[in-house]
């Protein structure tokens, strides 16, 4: 696993757009229009972003995989992250959809405890190379750093299929969001 450069921010919003093309959580964010695609890497932009002011994020050592990481205790309000806020709202979820992106956001967020945790936001594969140990090794890796910091991990997930996969590292659901789809909350202390 290496840590990635801004350079590396096309690279890494091209594997996440693809891997999460059909996930619900993400499209539940992202205004549904003809602009879907352009939104979806906006977002995936908007993650890197905030990722790398605010936390880590990593390649997989042969760049067909990523993780973006926040550290909640670490954000903080700059002209930065507020013109990164309103990037989002009005060219990926739309004004129409900024009070149910924010409930959903707020529900999460209240789950998490007060102490710092490690956020695992997105851990994607590029899905020509899926299915070949790529995400398990930067799972692996990531829960290595978190225990190296001090950190519990926490995650959500929408993909009912990868909760096994994530208990095999021992990861526990901790709670479940009914927002219009199952939003399933996990953790490993």
């Not at 229009?33 to 880590?56: N, P, Q, T, V």
């Not at 594969?125 to 519990?152: C, H, S």
Request: proline share 3%.
């Amino acid at each position: 696993m290496i840590k990635a450069n801004f350079k590396d921010k096309d690279l890494i919003v091209d594997i996440l757009a693809k891997s999460f093309d059909d996930n619900k959580s993400v499209n539940y964010i992202v205004k549904q229009d003809k602009k879907r695609a352009e939104r979806m890497r906006k977002l995936m932009a908007y993650s890197f972003e905030i990722c790398y002011l605010f936390g880590d994020v990593f390649l997989s050592d042969d760049k067909k995989g990523c993780v973006l990481i926040v550290l909640p205790d670490k954000k903080k309000t700059t002209l930065k992250s507020i013109g990164l806020d309103a990037g989002l709202a009005l060219s990926v979820i739309g004004l129409s959809n900024i009070r149910k992106a924010m409930a959903r956001e707020a529900q999460i967020n209240k789950l998490h405890p007060k102490r710092p945790i490690y956020y695992l936001w997105f851990i994607g594969v590029d899905p020509l190379a899926q299915k070949k140990g790529v995400g398990t090794k930067l799972l692996k890796e990531i829960i290595n750093e978190a225990k190296f910091k001090g950190r519990p991990i926490y995650l959500e997930t929408s993909t009912l299929k990868n909760i096994p996969w994530y208990e095999k590292f021992g990861f526990t659901v901790y709670n479940k969001l009914d927002l219009g789809y199952e939003l399933y909350c996990l953790k490993k202390e």
